[in-house]
């Protein structure tokens, strides 16, 4: 074999030995090396092919071959010379090309970069900016920039396997002007060996973390810094950015819904509403790359991480454990062995920080831990957004708009029949965006729920649904909208199963579902009712409109139920309980009203149960049958049954009583309920 055959040998051996691309630390398939990175290794190479004296390669050929799925990077010497009389030529060649000395980001929290793009908050010595925004920094070469014969560009790349057309790979171009919208880099200061860029992003980019390189070009191909984590920059939605799809007007909204890392999240019942102080934390040590682990657990597709109904949508289901490994599992029996029980949760910080560390769902939340936890990937990344809850909640089992209450001829739930629950309230969260995927007009507030109660789209989650179609009844829009419309305006119906098999229905109710909506107050932690923007008013046109909209869009199909609405009963029955505190007495007050010139007889059925928030009934603590009699267009007070007597709530924690009374009308066989 030649001299010039070992040289070439040698050398490809140490190539690929030493540099098989692409790979996970951010090297490219096809990246160029010149003569003058590599001086070493050619000494060692012409050392090993037994040649004593200087050589230095005067031009040489770049060509990329692929081999068993591995780039390998080959050099052609197309001379060699051994004629001293050229090496101070040849040196000086080698040696003016433009390269990196050092890359300063202004990266600490008071820097300007941080603070112009509201991440000086974030506990965190990256680099983090929002996409759509120019941000500033500094490249040091080893000699002044000449803009007439060097040239450069900075790149940005996400993910194992970058490409241009997905956005993974992003080339920016220096450019005489930045243009909004696109991707550029402006000189604005060159002083001494130093250039500052100001770098304007695209308000569409992917949300991420990003490694960052500089591309110089010189005589010999493009050399390319190599991988430094320090120059590692995130990028994050920007609602300060009108081009933006999360952009959302108002500084104090944008202070609220992205910036604010503690909240209040309401919860207890309609006549008792408490409310309980949650930590975010969206901007502890560590929260942002747990946030972007979930995406990541999620496996999602890069290209779409861009997209706040994507991200909003993949967030839903992560949140909760139920089928895809994500961050919470959900526990409603009162049963915490090996876990924390849901209550004793106060922030999102500890639950996503353990998820990321072991890479395993937490035990235990509920549905204001779910929230709370969702609020705070959602605000981490960029998307505004706040916590709702919602006081008699339904949860609609069969997709029919209604929520139907089975009773037996006696007057007790049949639970058997009665698939559809109400829980006294139910926490999710809005997340603010455009909607380009919806008619004009739709976009705003978003519902998005991670509380696992059904299924979409083969995971549990729900939403984003947009408020706006929700409350006008448009329940064909995606994602979950008839879920959504179902929990805040949809009829409750008490139905009777007779013995014989028919179904006839007794009452409806069109207003006790949904009946407060609330969230925390901009700037303060007073409580907002925000129902207006879920549903008409009851007992509006618009309110029953909407609801026959919805109906018309594809709701499934009802029940068969015989018969039609009984007729008005001559005879109300109404009833009071006065504040139960849990593990003391209380009192219930029941008033039957006879409107007629007769006489009744009334049996009545008394039930008192504790149930779970979510209407699951844990235990009956009362049962009692009683007859009163109602002289004509009288009134009659019962205290606890026949006769005045006092309930005892067990100790019990988020649970709280629920009592039926129904009655049978002795004269007519009508009833009260």
Same mark, same amino acid.
């Given at each position: 074999?030649?001299?010039?055959?070992?040289?070439?040998?040698?050398?490809?051996?140490?190539?690929?030995?030493?540099?098989?691309?692409?790979?996970?630390?951010?090297?490219?398939?096809?990246?160029?090396?010149?003569?003058?990175?590599?001086?070493?290794?050619?000494?060692?190479?012409?050392?090993?092919?037994?040649?004593? #004296?200087?050589?230095?390669?005067?031009?040489?050929?770049?060509?990329?071959?692929?081999?068993?799925?591995?780039?390998?990077?080959?050099?052609?010497?197309?001379?060699?010379?051994?004629?001293?009389?050229?090496?101070?030529?040849?040196?000086?060649?080698?040696?003016?090309?433009?390269?990196?000395?050092?890359?300063?980001?202004?990266?600490?929290?008071?820097?300007?970069?941080?603070?112009?793009?509201?991440?000086?908050?974030?506990?965190?010595?990256?680099?983090?900016?929002?996409?759509?925004?120019?941000?500033?920094?500094?490249?040091?070469?080893?000699?002044?920039?000449? =803009?007439?014969?060097?040239?450069?560009?900075?790149?940005?790349?996400?993910?194992?396997?970058?490409?241009?057309?997905?956005?993974?790979?992003? *080339?920016?171009?220096?450019?005489?002007?930045?243009?909004?919208?696109?991707?550029?880099?402006? !000189?604005?200061?060159?002083?001494?060996?130093?250039?500052?860029?100001?770098?304007?992003?695209?308000?569409?980019?992917?949300?991420?973390?990003?490694?960052?390189?500089?591309?110089?070009?010189?005589?010999?191909?493009?050399?390319?810094?190599?991988?430094?984590?320090?120059?590692?920059?995130?990028?994050?939605?920007?609602?300060?950015?009108?081009?933006?799809?999360?952009?959302?007007?108002?500084?104090?909204?944008?202070?609220?819904?992205?910036? +604010?890392?503690?909240?209040?999240?309401?919860?207890?019942?309609?006549?008792?509403?408490?409310?309980?102080?949650?930590?975010?934390?969206?901007?502890?040590?560590?929260?942002?790359?747990?946030?972007?682990?979930?995406?990541?657990?999620?496996?999602?597709?890069?290209?779409?991480?861009?997209? =706040?109904?994507?991200?909003?949508?993949?967030?839903?289901?992560?949140?909760?454990?139920?089928?895809?490994?994500?961050?919470?599992?959900?526990?409603?029996?009162?049963?915490?062995?090996?876990?924390?029980?849901?209550?004793?949760?106060?922030?999102?910080?500890?639950?996503?920080?353990?998820?990321?560390?072991?890479?395993? =769902?937490?035990?235990?939340?509920?549905?204001?831990?779910?929230?709370? !936890?969702?609020?705070?990937?959602?605000?981490?990344?960029?998307?505004?957004?706040?916590?709702?809850?919602?006081?008699?909640?339904?949860?609609?089992?069969?997709?029919?708009?209604?929520? #139907?209450?089975?009773?037996?001829?006696?007057? +007790?739930?049949?639970?058997?029949?009665?698939?559809?629950?109400?829980?006294?309230?139910?926490?999710?969260?809005?997340?603010?965006?455009?909607?380009?995927?919806? *008619?004009?007009?739709?976009?705003?507030?978003?519902?998005?729920?991670?509380?696992?109660?059904?299924?979409?789209?083969?995971?549990?989650?729900?939403?984003?649904?947009?408020?706006?179609?929700?409350?006008?009844?448009?329940?064909?829009?995606?994602?979950?909208?008839?879920?959504?419309?179902?929990?805040?305006?949809?009829?409750?119906?008490?139905?009777?199963?007779?013995? #014989?098999?028919?179904?006839?229905?007794?009452?409806?109710?069109?207003?006790?579902?949904?009946?407060?909506?609330?969230?925390?107050?901009?700037?303060?932690?007073?409580?907002?009712?925000?129902?207006?923007?879920?549903?008409?008013?009851?007992?509006?046109?618009?309110?029953?409109?909407?609801?026959?909209?919805?109906?018309?869009?594809?709701?499934?199909?009802?029940?068969?139920?015989?018969?039609?609405?009984? =007729?008005?009963?001559?005879?109300?029955?109404?009833?009071?309980?006065?504040?139960?505190?849990?593990?003391?007495?209380?009192?219930?007050?029941?008033?039957?009203?006879?409107?007629?010139?007769?006489?009744?007889?009334?049996?009545?059925?008394?039930?008192?149960?504790?149930?779970?928030?979510?209407?699951?009934?844990?235990?009956?603590?009362?049962?009692?049958?009683?007859?009163?009699?109602?002289?004509?267009?009288?009134?009659?007070?019962?205290?606890?049954?026949?006769?005045?007597?006092?309930?005892?709530?067990?100790?019990?924690?988020?649970?709280?009583?629920?009592?039926?009374?129904?009655?049978?009308?002795?004269?007519?066989?009508?009833?009260?309920?």
């Amino acid at each position: 074999m030649d001299f010039l055959q070992r040289v070439r040998t040698n050398y490809f051996k140490i190539c690929v030995e030493s540099e098989k691309t692409p790979n996970s630390q951010g090297n490219f398939k096809k990246e160029n090396h010149i003569w003058g990175h590599h001086n070493a290794r050619f000494q060692v190479v012409l050392q090993s092919c037994g040649h004593q #004296d200087s050589f230095y390669p005067t031009d040489f050929v770049t060509s990329i071959l692929e081999e068993s799925g591995k780039t390998i990077l080959f050099f052609v010497f197309a001379v060699i010379s051994k004629l001293l009389s050229d090496v101070p030529q040849l040196f000086s060649l080698c040696v003016d090309y433009l390269h990196v000395t050092n890359i300063h980001l202004f990266k600490e929290r008071w820097d300007t970069n941080k603070v112009d793009h509201h991440t000086d908050k974030y506990e965190n010595n990256k680099l983090i900016v929002r996409r759509g925004q120019s941000f500033f920094i500094q490249i040091d070469f080893n000699r002044p920039y000449d =803009p007439r014969r060097d040239l450069f560009r900075v790149e940005y790349v996400i993910g194992r396997y970058p490409q241009e057309n997905k956005g993974t790979y992003i *080339p920016v171009p220096i450019v005489p002007e930045l243009q909004r919208g696109k991707w550029g880099a402006k !000189v604005i200061m060159r002083e001494n060996r130093s250039v500052r860029l100001s770098i304007q992003s695209s308000p569409e980019c992917i949300v991420g973390k990003f490694r960052m390189y500089v591309a110089v070009w010189t005589p010999y191909g493009i050399l390319r810094t190599s991988r430094n984590p320090e120059t590692d920059t995130y990028i994050l939605f920007n609602p300060w950015c009108e081009e933006d799809a999360v952009y959302l007007d108002g500084d104090k909204e944008r202070e609220e819904y992205v910036l +604010n890392d503690i909240g209040v999240i309401f919860y207890g019942d309609f006549n008792d509403i408490k409310s309980r102080s949650w930590s975010y934390g969206q901007f502890e040590d560590g929260i942002l790359d747990a946030c972007l682990y979930v995406m990541d657990k999620a496996q999602m597709d890069l290209s779409g991480r861009g997209n =706040p109904i994507k991200v909003s949508r993949v967030g839903s289901a992560m949140v909760n454990a139920k089928d895809d490994e994500g961050v919470l599992v959900g526990s409603w029996d009162n049963i915490y062995a090996y876990g924390v029980p849901p209550s004793a949760w106060t922030g999102s910080v500890d639950i996503l920080l353990e998820y990321q560390s072991t890479k395993s =769902p937490v035990r235990y939340g509920q549905c204001w831990v779910f929230a709370g !936890v969702f609020n705070t990937f959602l605000r981490c990344l960029g998307i505004p957004a706040r916590v709702i809850t919602n006081y008699f909640s339904a949860h609609d089992n069969d997709a029919n708009l209604q929520m #139907d209450i089975f009773l037996e001829e006696d007057g +007790n739930v049949n639970s058997k029949l009665t698939k559809d629950s109400v829980w006294n309230y139910h926490c999710w969260n809005e997340a603010w965006m455009t909607r380009p995927d919806l *008619p004009v007009g739709f976009g705003g507030w978003q519902a998005v729920d991670s509380t696992p109660q059904e299924n979409s789209d083969g995971m549990y989650r729900c939403g984003p649904a947009s408020v706006q179609a929700i409350k006008h009844g448009h329940i064909c829009f995606q994602f979950d909208a008839p879920f959504v419309f179902a929990e805040v305006n949809s009829d409750l119906i008490y139905i009777t199963a007779k013995k #014989d098999g028919t179904h006839v229905v007794e009452t409806v109710d069109t207003t006790h579902i949904g009946k407060l909506i609330v969230t925390k107050e901009v700037g303060g932690d007073g409580i907002k009712d925000i129902t207006d923007t879920y549903k008409f008013q009851e007992g509006q046109e618009e309110e029953r409109l909407a609801l026959e909209t919805a109906l018309m869009y594809g709701a499934k199909k009802p029940l068969n139920i015989e018969g039609i609405l009984k =007729p008005r009963s001559d005879v109300d029955m109404n009833f009071d309980v006065e504040n139960a505190v849990l593990g003391r007495d209380f009192k219930l007050t029941i008033t039957f009203q006879n409107n007629s010139p007769r006489r009744y007889t009334l049996l009545a059925y008394l039930s008192g149960n504790i149930v779970f928030y979510t209407g699951v009934s844990k235990t009956e603590f009362k049962k009692e049958t009683f007859e009163v009699t109602l002289e004509p267009l009288s009134c009659k007070l019962t205290e606890g049954g026949s006769s005045p007597g006092d309930f005892s709530l067990p100790p019990c924690l988020a649970w709280c009583c629920h009592s039926v009374i129904t009655s049978c009308q002795g004269c007519t066989g009508g009833s009260a309920g």
